[in-house]
Each structure stands twice: as structure tokens, then as C-alpha cells.
């Protein structure tokens, strides 16, 4: 059974056009109600979305959606995703809903499920909702005195900010640290600056002020300009970036220099394989992580696991194999003993956490490698149903070859077809930059050349 609404990260698209419509919304929550409510008479779900204009439209149709199959919805408004993830296995819920397109602009909008035990569903669930979707959703529709009702869940934040502190020992504050917080005018606008705070940091607050359109806009992990000026306008310690729906983290230190998720990841195992803490022997990232990590993480006894790119992929790895951390380059962290998926305000607070206890300043703390030269190019193409991707070309593989034999064994080629946007990535590494440079180039030519391309 496949898949061909769900991608990488859930559904996605532009909102108020197909597939990000209310209509898909309230089929996709239909669908999945009746798919994951368990035995008995109670069924519950709790809906969590970040700040975009569409979140309202899309909240409003899923929720329709779970009362119709007879599933009670608890409401809780801007929330991380995390959050959500975590809630739904607080409160026992059938799964939980986050309605965003995380690091994406506002026009865009998205649809992530979790089940009972808050990790994100497998391919072969969300394959089984979209056919429940195409063939009869109608039979499962709840009696007129089964429909369920919805409220809103009032103390969601409260319960998300103590379960966050919690992944600190409570001996450890962040007193004396001046922390630049850039929520993206996302969904952690409330709740990030409010957990710095009662931790004892000095708290910087921007990004926290949305208006429905302005959620990545110029700000946040995927715009980390102003949260590094910021750092340096302020004299702060560090900056801490999050995106849209603050699953993902980068960081800046004192002097206004970005810190990206393979460093992060780098700090964090180091710590934790000092204090024994590290489980697996090793750190799961994907195969975007820079070859750096790999060399770094080798010298001190640990190994690198990678996975297919997409977060989930990671969690499912480190469950199956018995690690406790994991993540990508881009800033997604999955610190398996505190969350079921990447959060990044809890890996902000291990980041902070290592920083107070060394004594130093972050430029000395948190660089640990240098990383090997890597070039990463995205080329958008017309994407027609039925039509075959630049990747299914001649052209194409012969330029991959070609690069991957200029490079030999001192670097690597990854190309692959994004999960969210009609859009080819192109990433090349290695210790030779001008080999890179050109290596990524003659497949950029290759595939901007192919037919569809845009």
C-alpha cells in the first residue's frame, strides 16, 4: 500500500489549495480517527498548530472531522510540536494532530499525526489512512448521540514548560547567562522565553510577536541573521533559534557565529558519553550530517549511524537499535530520554546546560570539529503526476557518476527528491573545495537542462 499524500514530514502544501485544503483536512481526520481510536467508549485527540492565518481554517475542519467519527478533541492552540507529542501520550489521548508546515512561509501549511505513545506515525499507518480516505470513510461516521465534543485543554503550556524543565536536573540553573531566544513568530513564542526565564537565564526575547503571516519570516533556525546580531547587539552568551513549530534548534555563540545541528550533536554526545550517559555507543544522524561529525565522533571512540533524511527516520532507528540521541544537521535533536521527537527547547536547555558547566565562552565551547567543505544547491522543477523527476533521467546520472569519480574516496554526492517541495537537492562534500564546487555544479547543470526542470 503506498503513499501519495503524506511525505517525509506529514502532508504539506500551500494553503487553501489542494492538498491543504479544509476539505483534505477533514477527510485526513476522519480517516485517522477511525483508524487509531482504540477499543472502548472513550476516543481522544489532542490538536496542537503553530501561528499561521490557515491554522484556524485547518483546526476548524479536523476537529469537525474527529467529532464526526465520535472522538472527543482537546484543543490547545499554539503548541510545539514536541509539546503536542508529548501531551498525547500525557493524557492517554488515541493521537495527537500538529497543524504546521514548520520551517516553511506562512503561505504554506502542514498536517503531522502521532500516535498513542507520541512518536509520529509509520509509512504503512499514514498509507492505511490515506486509503481509508478513498474507500468508504462514510461508514465510520459516529451515531447522532456518539458525536464528540471539543474543548480547550487550559493548562497545555504549563504542562509542556514543567515537562521541559524536567529533562535538567533540578540542581542545575541557567542564573548568570544572558540567552538571545528567537522564536520565529512561531508556535514557542509563549512558552520558550517562559522556561529560560524561571531557569534563572537573562532573556532576550525575539521572534515572539505573530500576526498569522509573519512565522519565518526573516527570523528563526532557518533565518538566523537576526537572532546572531542580536546575540552581539546585546552581549549575550548565545542565541538559541527555533523554527515554525520549534522542533528544531540552531544556536549562535557570544561572537554572533551560527552553530549548526551537527555541532550541537557533536556537544551533546560528548557530554553525555562523560557522564555515561550515551546509549548505543554512537550518535543517529542522516546522510546530510557533514563528514566532520563522523571523523570527530570516530576519535573519540563513538560512531556515526545514518539514516535517510527526515527526523522520523532517525527516531525509528534509534528505537530499533538502542540509542538515546539523535538528529540532523539542520537542527532537529532527539534526545530519546526527555522526547519522542525533535524538540527544540529541550535540546536548547542540554546546550545551555553544557555551556554553564564548562565556565567558558561558547566559541570555545561548542566547536569541537571543523567541518569538511560542503555545498548544498536545491533546483525547483515542474512537478506534473506521472511525469518522471529529473532524478529518473540519463543526463543526471551520468553527471552523479562523473562528480562521484572526480571526488573518489576524500568526499561523497547525495542527490535526492525533497519530501515537501518539488525541489531537487544537490549536496556534495569533501576536503577539496574547488572539486566540491565543481562537482555539484555539473549536476546542478545537468538537472536545471532535463525537461521539467524550473
Given at each position: 500500500?503506498?503513499?501519495?499524500?503524506?511525505?517525509?514530514?506529514?502532508?504539506?502544501?500551500?494553503?487553501?489549495?489542494?492538498?491543504?485544503?479544509?476539505?483534505?483536512?477533514?477527510?485526513?481526520?476522519?480517516?485517522?480517527g477511525a483508524k487509531l481510536r482504540h477499543d472502548g467508549d472513550h476516543h481522544t485527540v489532542v490538536i496542537g498548530k503553530d501561528t499561521r492565518l490557515s491554522g484556524y481554517m485547518l483546526e476548524n475542519a479536523m476537529t469537525a472531522?474527529?467529532?464526526?467519527?465520535?472522538?472527543?478533541?482537546?484543543?490547545?492552540?499554539?503548541?510545539?510540536?514536541?509539546?503536542?507529542?508529548?501531551?498525547?501520550?500525557s493524557l492517554r489521548a488515541d493521537l495527537g494532530v500538529v497543524i504546521s508546515a514548520s520551517h516553511n512561509p506562512y503561505q504554506d501549511n502542514g498536517i503531522k499525526l502521532f500516535g498513542p505513545d507520541g512518536y509520529k506515525?509509520?509509512?504503512?499507518?499514514?498509507?492505511?489512512?490515506?486509503?481509508?480516505?478513498?474507500?468508504?470513510?462514510?461508514?465510520?461516521?459516529?451515531?447522532?448521540?456518539?458525536?464528540?465534543?471539543?474543548?480547550?485543554?487550559?493548562?497545555?503550556?504549563?504542562?509542556?514548560?514543567?515537562?521541559?524543565?524536567?529533562?535538567?536536573?533540578?540542581?542545575?540553573?541557567?542564573?548568570?547567562l544572558k540567552v538571545v531566544i528567537d522564536c520565529a513568530h512561531g508556535a514557542a513564542y509563549r512558552?520558550?522565553?517562559?522556561?529560560?526565564?524561571?531557569?534563572?537565564?537573562?532573556?532576550?526575547?525575539?521572534?515572539?510577536?505573530?500576526?498569522?503571516?509573519?512565522?519565518?519570516?526573516?527570523?528563526?533556525?532557518?533565518?538566523?541573521?537576526?537572532m546572531c546580531q542580536a546575540v552581539v547587539e546585546h552581549g549575550a552568551d548565545v542565541g538559541c533559534a527555533l523554527d515554525g513549530d520549534a522542533d528544531r534548534l540552531i544556536v549562535a555563540d557570544e561572537t554572533g557565529h551560527r552553530v549548526d545541528g551537527d555541532q550541537l550533536m557533536?556537544?551533546?554526545?560528548?557530554?553525555?558519553?562523560?557522564?555515561?550517559?550515551?546509549?548505543?555507543?554512537?550518535?543517529?544522524?542522516?546522510?546530510?550530517?557533514?563528514?566532520?561529525?563522523?571523523?570527530?565522533?570516530?576519535?573519540i571512540g563513538l560512531h556515526l549511524?545514518?539514516?535517510?533524511?527526515?527526523?522520523?527516520?532517525?527516531?525509528?532507528?534509534?528505537?530499533?537499535?538502542?540509542?538515546?540521541?539523535?538528529?540532523?544537521?539542520?537542527?532537529?535533536?532527539?534526545?530519546?530520554?526527555?522526547?519522542?521527537?525533535?524538540?527544540?527547547?529541550?535540546?536548547?536547555?542540554?546546550?545551555?546546560?553544557?555551556?554553564?558547566?564548562?565556565g567558558g565562552p561558547a566559541s570555545e565551547v561548542f566547536r569541537l570539529f571543523q567541518p569538511v567543505p560542503q555545498v548544498l544547491r536545491n533546483v525547483r522543477y515542474a512537478s506534473r503526476p506521472g511525469q518522471p523527476t529529473p532524478l529518473d533521467t540519463a543526463a543526471v546520472g551520468d553527471a552523479v557518476a562523473a562528480a562521484e569519480a572526480d571526488l573518489g574516496e576524500s568526499g561523497r554526492i547525495l542527490i535526492r527528491k525533497s519530501g515537501t517541495e518539488p525541489l531537487i537537492r544537490v549536496m556534495g562534500e569533501g576536503d577539496d573545495k574547488a572539486k566540491v564546487d565543481a562537482a555539484v555544479d555539473l549536476i546542478v547543470d545537468a538537472v536545471t537542462r532535463t525537461a521539467g526542470a524550473a
Open positions: 500500500m503506498n503513499r501519495t499524500l503524506f511525505g517525509t514530514d506529514g502532508i504539506r502544501g500551500t494553503a487553501n489549495a489542494d492538498p491543504m485544503t479544509a476539505e483534505v483536512a477533514l477527510r485526513v481526520a476522519m480517516a485517522a472531522g474527529f467529532l464526526a467519527v465520535g472522538m472527543d478533541v482537546f484543543l490547545v492552540g499554539p503548541m510545539p510540536t514536541p509539546a503536542v507529542a508529548m501531551l498525547t501520550r506515525l509509520s509509512d504503512q499507518v499514514e498509507a492505511e489512512i490515506e486509503h481509508l480516505m478513498a474507500n468508504g470513510i462514510e461508514s465510520h461516521w459516529a451515531a447522532p448521540d456518539r458525536i464528540g465534543r471539543a474543548r480547550r485543554l487550559e493548562d497545555a503550556g504549563g504542562r509542556y514548560i514543567e515537562s521541559v524543565k524536567g529533562s535538567l536536573p533540578r540542581s542545575l540553573r541557567l542564573d548568570g512558552v520558550a522565553p517562559r522556561v529560560l526565564w524561571e531557569l534563572g537565564a537573562e532573556v532576550v526575547e525575539i521572534g515572539t510577536r505573530p500576526n498569522g503571516v509573519n512565522i519565518n519570516d526573516g527570523c528563526g533556525a532557518v533565518a538566523t541573521d537576526a557533536a556537544l551533546i554526545a560528548t557530554d553525555q558519553y562523560a557522564k555515561d550517559r550515551l546509549a548505543g555507543g554512537g550518535v543517529v544522524a542522516t546522510v546530510m550530517s557533514n563528514l566532520g561529525l563522523e571523523r570527530y565522533l570516530a576519535g549511524r545514518r539514516t535517510a533524511v527526515g527526523d522520523r527516520y532517525v527516531v525509528e532507528t534509534m528505537l530499533a537499535e538502542g540509542y538515546n540521541l539523535g538528529g540532523e544537521q539542520s537542527g532537529h535533536i532527539i534526545l530519546s530520554d526527555h522526547a519522542t521527537t525533535g524538540d527544540g527547547l529541550v535540546a536548547a536547555l542540554q546546550v545551555l546546560a553544557v555551556l554553564k558547566q564548562a
